[in-house]
């Protein structure tokens, strides 16, 4: 399970503190950066709190809107018997993958077959009294009521041997599609009593929905066709796209349902698992920065600091944009930051510190650092 956004914010921020704590920074420059007192022999500047920076430059960003949701079969069907019956066979076992077209249940057939070579003799006896009415009628020798009332006989007939035709056929229930049996609830030998009974439910797992439900504040941001990604409980990320925006909300939560389609040619998905959508939104102009970067200020909100040109800390409050394996997008940063990307949690707003320059925006780059980094060395 995937921690929510706060958490992964606070776990950041209190790795990144122990880290300092435990890895050995506490020389005499890491004395240096918690007192502000330095060696006898160090130069003026030396009083001042030494941290390192990365300057990292806003970018256009598609936002994302992060929503749970549910996964299901684009095509699922429960497949009806439509003529009553005792099963006499069943050809599959639930679990298997089926074809189009591939028997699945046989029904008896029962005694329709002599009833259709009886339909099909009567068939052929009002179709001759049909066409020697009309030829009465045509000498004079009956009327056009005899004839209307042979063609009506002869259509009801007609009508008799389809019927049976059709109960014959359906007799024999098929896939629908080519797909996989999930649901088989019958046993040869049991007998359907009525048409529409459920004999097996057939799902196709090569094209799957993602469906989550949007707030009403959100859901204009939502285009449909945008290209989407779905995260799994086993952290797989699929791609996909935006196939429905519900125009209705639903009454109780006012939300509105949405639906992404994933192409899944191998079948590994499968329907009822949990899902996390990622739909775009609209593009802003974000900066990407690993979460161990965020930190907090005296009243709890979320920050970033930065080194301003006269080399004096900063704290920019910042709105979260979107969450990515390459860290986080966010807003609230001036167009070319220098973030402090070790030392953030021993300055303080308008503190001057003296500045290593570095590129450091991964966890594990920030982690690494601060063996060395103060020391002076891997400039």
Request: aromatic share 4%.
């Amino acid at each position: 399970m995937r921690l929510e956004k706060s958490h992964k914010i606070a776990i950041a921020i209190a790795l990144l503190t122990g880290v300092w704590m435990v890895s050995g920074v506490f020389n005499d420059d890491a004395t240096q950066a918690v007192t502000g007192e330095a060696p006898a022999d160090a130069p003026a500047d030396a009083t001042l709190t030494r941290v390192r920076v990365s300057t990292v430059v806003s970018q256009d960003h598609i936002r994302t809107l992060s929503v749970l949701g549910r996964i299901e079969a684009d095509k699922a069907v429960s497949v009806r018997a439509e003529v009553p019956g005792r099963v006499s066979e069943i050809t599959i076992e639930k679990g298997a993958q089926v074809n189009a077209g591939d028997v699945l249940v046989k029904i008896d057939s029962e005694n329709r077959p002599e009833l259709l070579a009886e339909a099909r003799a009567r068939f052929e006896q009002r179709k001759i009294a049909y066409d020697s009415t009309k030829k009465l009628s045509k000498g004079g020798y009956g009327s056009q009521l005899n004839v209307a009332q042979a063609k009506a006989d002869l259509e009801a007939a007609r009508a008799q041997v389809s019927g049976i035709e059709r109960d014959l056929k359906n007799a024999t229930i098929t896939a629908p599609f080519s797909g996989i049996v999930d649901e088989l609830p019958l046993k040869a030998g049991d007998y359907i009593d009525k048409e529409g009974a459920i004999v097996a439910r057939v799902i196709d797992l090569t094209t799957m929905l993602a469906i989550g439900e949007v707030a009403e504040r959100d859901i204009h941001a939502i285009e449909l066709g945008g290209a989407a990604h779905v995260r799994l409980p086993d952290q797989r990320v699929l791609e996909g796209a935006v196939s429905f925006i519900a125009k209705s909300s639903n009454a109780l939560t006012r939300t509105f349902s949405v639906e992404v389609t994933i192409p899944v040619p191998d079948q590994s998905v499968s329907e009822g698992m949990t899902a996390e959508l990622h739909l775009p939104m609209h593009q802003v102009v974000a900066h990407n920065i690993s979460p161990a970067l965020l930190t907090l200020n005296d009243v709890g909100a979320v920050g970033v600091k930065t080194v301003n040109g006269d080399n004096v800390v900063e704290f920019h409050p910042v709105e979260m944009v979107s969450d990515t394996e390459d860290g986080i997008w966010l807003t609230g940063l001036p167009h070319e930051a220098r973030i402090i990307t070790v030392g953030q949690e021993f300055v303080t707003p308008g503190q001057s510190v003296s500045v290593v320059e570095g590129e450091l925006k991964t966890m594990s780059d920030v982690n690494a650092a601060p063996n060395s980094v103060l020391n002076g060395e891997g400039n």
